[in-house]
């Protein structure tokens, strides 16, 4: 009888989560990147996790390494209702040196390899390997169906993005069966997708594989010692060379409304990170947090609703076009185009405008903040002003070209210490 089961039943995630994200400079001093805060009450990392159970995956890993307590209390707090009696569980597996004393992960195919045994344990059938610091609302399932029906060594998933811009991705050449016949990494010249000469299939970073083919692949790849033991520089392209990988596109499983465009996100810089999250505050923003069939699960805090208070000129709480989270308390200030996460206080005759607030923030009276983005628990002085003069900013804050000026606690004391 053949077997009937959902593909996503009998695999399971292994989330690649240690890359540091150092182009999101101090906001990830403390933290990994995958454990960024992002859309008024969720981190980045839920986006993956939240895909893997919405597609019926409920058997994950992720492998840590860089500055990982804030990410693993994360996820011991708010993905903790997994049930190992029901076959379901989520293992966090850090760079423990398990297999030699000096050496952690050496590249994101070694984070797998070095965690084989367990992954034996999990008995499963396939492995769905993906990044934990991307924005994306995906179906596994069909990527998984896709992987099975082609009888694919690797099913790599893939954007489809303007040529122009496709050279900063891992690109893909493909035929009209969507085979991949090469797998170039930021090319100068990327090439064509069959159907369009001005689009390109750039890798989102996204691979299934059969388990027992992976398996013996990263045996193989750990004796090489010409390997990086990456996925996109070393396995893919040798599964292009010699086996049978094949493209699946995005646009086939994104989950979205109906019309709308597909939404994939890499927040891994200062810009991108305040344009993604300034963007939830359009009337109709492209990524949708509301819908209720396919949610992204977090840790929830047990807080207040966010509260407003005073109503007088120039002393009004109140927000316009904004998100505010729970547990914010908004006095006297002017709140527009903002997103503040939970637990953000703020007082009299202060102005928020497209600035992104992080959990714990309080912001002081008469204090001006445009295109700002915040970290965690900083206390804004009173009377500052930041995002009317990038030159003086520049002399205590990060400011980006674009004009997006970062504050951390530190940035703030040393402002605090010149005046």
């Known amino acids: 009888m053949a077997d009937t089961t959902r593909l996503a039943q009998r695999s399971m995630a292994f989330v690649l989560a240690g890359g540091r994200g150092s182009r999101l400079k101090e906001l990830t001093d403390r933290r990994v990147k995958p454990a960024v805060y992002f859309g008024g009450k969720t981190r980045i990392i839920d986006f993956a996790l939240s895909n893997a159970v919405n597609s019926g995956i409920r058997r994950m890993a992720i492998a840590t390494q860089y500055k990982a307590h804030s990410l693993i209390r ?37 984070a797998v390899t070095q965690n084989i045994d367990i992954i034996d344990s999990y008995g499963i059938e396939y492995i769905v390997i993906l ?7 995906m179906d596994y399932e069909i990527m998984l169906r896709q992987h099975v029906e082609a009888g694919a060594d690797v099913t790599v998933g893939c954007l489809t993005v303007p040529r122009a811009n496709a050279s900063a991705f891992g690109v893909m050449a493909v035929d009209g069966q969507s085979n991949i016949t090469s797998f170039l990494e930021k090319p100068a010249d990327p090439p064509p997708t069959p159907e369009d000469t001005t689009k390109s299939l750039a890798s989102m970073g996204i691979y299934v594989f059969d388990w027992a083919f992976l398996r013996d692949l990263l045996l193989r790849d750990a004796e090489d010692p010409n390997s990086s033991h990456d996925f996109g520089n070393d396995l893919i392209p040798e599964i292009v060379k010699s086996g049978k990988a094949v493209a699946h596109r995005f646009d086939d499983s994104c989950v ?17 990170f305040w344009e993604a999250n300034i963007d939830l505050t359009d009337f109709t923003p492209e990524l949708d947090l509301w819908d209720q069939t396919w949610p992204i699960w977090t840790y929830s805090e047990s807080v207040p609703p966010a509260k407003f208070i005073h109503d007088e000129k120039d002393r009004r709480g109140v927000a316009i076009s904004s998100m505010v989270s729970g547990g914010c308390i908004i006095s006297g200030t002017e709140v527009r185009n903002s997103l503040l996460f939970t637990e953000v206080h703020t007082n009299s005759y202060a102005v928020l405008d497209h600035s992104v607030v992080s959990p714990g923030v309080t912001v002081n009276r008469s204090a001006r903040l445009r295109k700002c983005v915040i970290d965690r628990g900083v206390v804004i002085p009173t009377g500052l002003v930041v995002g009317e003069d990038p030159k003086e900013d520049s002399r205590f804050f990060r400011v980006t070209e674009k004009g997006t000026t970062l504050i951390t606690k530190e940035m703030v004391d040393a402002w605090q210490g010149a005046q």
């Open 256 to 272: 979205r409304n109906e019309g709308a465009p597909s939404y994939w996100r890499d927040v891994g810089t200062l810009n991108a």
């Open 131 to 137: 990044a934990g610091d991307h924005i994306y609302k």
């Open 74 to 110: 994360h996820c011991q707090r708010g993905w903790n209702f997994f049930r190992v009696e029901r076959n379901e569980f989520l293992d966090i597996l850090p760079a423990s040196q398990r297999v030699s004393e000096n050496m952690w992960y050496r590249g994101t195919a070694d």
